[in-house]
């Protein structure tokens, strides 16, 4: 059996686990939020039109932040369109996804929705078809306390209390041509960077996020951050990425090492947003803001163009097994692998639409395969992120070249003394032999490991079998001697949790 080694020790360390890490995303597109999040007439409602089974699958899935309103839709998108009351709200054409909206969920109902959630809202700008002006007119009406026309607005739409939004995205994916207002780099950086000199004035403590590229492979990768940062460098905290990873061109190696590219992809970018600073002479770190990523079957997808005008359709629903489950956990273990640049990422989207969650209108809510990963990883990643440098077999893939089978990190939590080990073994075939030296945890004895695989790679979970897919507990894994021993099943994701004390 190929054995693959690591190291891990309190000493090596990468940086901080930010809990905005495990952040997800809801845009008003396909059913994530009509019959998503939000149903009024489900039996499981609130008061407030809320799925409380949705509401409870969010809290185990334990996200901690979520993106709004989007994605491509914010770009063409009034907000006010969304508060006030519900039955004067206008019927619009939303001209990203070719769909008819009602208006019936917006700005208050996502910040009341993210109150029962518990987690923290970040708020998109249309940067597209509008611009500065009414970016701080929702500023204003969003987080000013009264006094004012549209604090005082909000305020008579009930809703007493500021909501405090610190994290704001200065629009969405504006180099690309498929976006309402697509701008150049220097149109855009001009824009955003007027537009966050502004917020800041409103209030410096705020924290922006600049758009970057929407994928790795437009033309303008890298030279896009180079010159929007050259504009925004002073005003913003973040640059964003955006990556999908496609499953369907049937090489399943290189899928399952997509991780690989998104390693490259934030090097890329540390890299660009390094040599601005430095050109500028600024000793600010820009944090990068991974706040779209998933697995996509994009190319199943027939494009904008192919979708009639209707309310909530089904969009992009697609159905996960478990080697798309793999690889979601090792774009988890490549997120905390970079804690020390990446502070926010959101994975696309959180209901329906490409999602962990799945829910049938007036039926069931279940979890998609790739919720486990996510879930285990957001409950048990805590402390500060080790750095492990796995020495591993290697496979060769069509799109990477040589990828190690094992793709590993590691957490350590001071306050509890435990230690938790992320690993994915990419190998299609072979099991893993995983010896990893725990010297410098003297005493250390393993708590739990789970194991997220299936002699079925393609084994999906559906509303008649919700639970055919899961992590499952393994025996037979051991720390002794200051080593422990573990076997990872081909095409598997594992979490690892070891006591200290």
Known sequence: MPTARLTVDPGFRIGAVDRRLFGSFVEHMGRSVYTGVFEPDHPAADEDGFRTD??????????????????????????????????????????????????????????????????????ALNLGTRGTSEALDLLEYTNHPGGTALSDLRRSHGVADPHGVRLWCLGNELDGPWQMGHKTAAEYGRLAAETARAMKRFDPGLELVACGSSNAY??????????????????????????????????????????AEMDRMIDAIVSTADHVGAKLRDRKKIKLSFDEWNVWYQSRFGGEDSLDWRPAPRLIEDVYDVTDAVVVGSLLITLLRHADRVGAACQAQLANVIAPIMTEPGGPAWRQTIFHPFAQTARHARGTVL??????????????????????????????????????????????????????????????????????????????????????????????DGAL????????????????R
Request: hydrophobic share 40%; charged share 25%; glycine share 6%.
């Open 218 to 259: 437009i033309d303008t990768f890298a030279s896009w951050e180079a010159t929007v940062l050259e504009h925004t460098y002073p005003f913003v905290d973040y640059v964003s990425l955006h990556a999908y990873y496609d499953p369907t061109d049937r090489d399943t190696d290189s899928f399952l090492a997509s991780a």
């Open 387 to 480: 750095r492990v440098e796995p020495d591993s077999p290697v496979i060769e893939t069509e799109r990477y070249g040589e990828v190690p089978a094992l793709w590993a990190t590691a957490t350590h939590d001071e306050e509890s003394g435990e230690v938790v080990l992320f690993a994915v073994n990419r190998d299609r075939t072979s099991p893993l032999a995983l010896t990893a030296d725990l010297r410098p945890f003297p005493g250390a004895r393993v708590v739990e490991h789970l194991v997220l695989a299936d002699d079925d790679p393609g084994a999906v979970n559906t509303a008649e079998r919700p639970d055919r897919v899961r992590p499952r507990p393994v025996d037979g894994t051991e720390a002794c």
């Open 485 to 500: 021993t573990a076997q990872l099943p081909p095409v598997s994701w594992s979490m690892i949790r070891l006591a200290t």
């Open 54 to 123: 949705v509401l409870d699958l969010v809290r185990e899935l334990g996200v901690t932040l979520v993106r709004y309103p989007g994605g491509n839709f914010v770009s063409n998108y009034r907000w006010e369109d969304g508060v006030g009351p519900a039955d004067r709200r206008p019927t619009r054409l939303d001209l990203a996804w070719r769909s008819v909206e009602s208006n019936a969920f917006g700005l208050n109902e996502f910040m009341a929705w993210a109150a029962k959630a518990g987690i923290e809202p970040m708020m």
